[in-house]
């Protein structure tokens, strides 16, 4: 059973940053890729970025420029780094990653972007 531990969510002023950290219970090299989503109230979840092999493959429209994708193989931890952040980034982000058999979903931390 993988084990994913998000943090560094909470409440930011438009333009601002924030860095959210995805901590695993196993070895990051287990997994096919590893990706934050975020879900808006009476949105659907959405892709935010995603990264295999250690180098980013996706990022959303709406991020592109914004936001940075990372991992540190050593600390087990994949990161996602928020700069220039907007009202419209307010969500609950999700760490998820894959492996050749299995989806796992972290608890979620609440990122809110208001003045």
């Known amino acids: 059973q993988v084990q994913l531990v998000e943090s560094g969510g909470g409440l930011v002023q438009p333009g601002g940053s924030l860095r959210l950290s995805c901590a695993t219970s196993i070895s990051i090299f287990s997994f096919k890729s590893m990706g934050w989503y975020r879900q808006a109230p009476g949105k659907e979840r959405e892709l935010v970025a995603m990264i295999s092999g250690g180098e980013p493959i996706n990022y959303a429209d709406s991020v592109k420029g914004r936001f940075t994708i990372s991992r540190d193989n050593a600390k087990n931890t994949m990161y996602l780094q928020m700069n220039s952040l907007k009202r419209e980034d307010t969500a609950v982000y999700y760490c998820?990653?894959?492996?050749?058999?299995?989806?796992?979903w972290g608890q979620g931390t609440q990122v809110t972007v208001s003045s």
């Open positions: 998820s990653v894959r492996t050749f058999l299995q989806v796992y």
